[in-house]
């Protein structure tokens, strides 16, 4: 069956780096584009950042130039360098498997149960 499963997180300081890991299983990872979003209390989930199958990577404003990600297809992995973490980055991360259907409008969808980001002094 399909797995998708992350790790990395914990509490950082503000303006400290943390590495997220996420590995897939199951699928055939390096067709997926992946993605990182996060979920803070109350507030909607936002993407971090994603990337395709060709290696073109995605940020919104509120990361770019902190956040990194990048993948291992052979690994079957994807990760998320967060550096310079500020208070409102605390968040559940989780990471996404998305594929969609050739010539149809169905994307596949996988989900990992998330991981807390907490960056409190």
């Known amino acids: 069956q399909v797995q998708v499963v992350e790790s990395g997180g914990g509490l950082v300081q503000p303006g400290g780096s943390l590495r997220l890991s996420c590995a897939a299983s199951?699928?055939?990872?390096?067709?997926?584009?992946m993605g990182w979003y996060r979920q803070a209390p109350g507030e909607q989930r936002e993407l971090v950042a994603d990337?395709?199958?060709?290696?073109?990577?995605n940020y919104p404003d509120s990361v770019k130039g902190r956040f990194s990600i990048s993948r291992d297809n052979s690994k079957k992995s994807v990760y998320l360098q967060m550096n310079s973490l500020k208070p409102e980055d605390t968040a559940v991360y989780y990471c996404n498997a998305a594929f969609k259907v050739p010539l149809s409008s169905r994307v596949v969808n996988y989900w990992g149960p998330g991981t807390q980001v907490t960056v409190s002094s």
């Open positions: 990337i395709t199958s060709g290696d073109s990577t």
């Open positions: 199951g699928i055939n990872f390096s067709i997926f584009k």
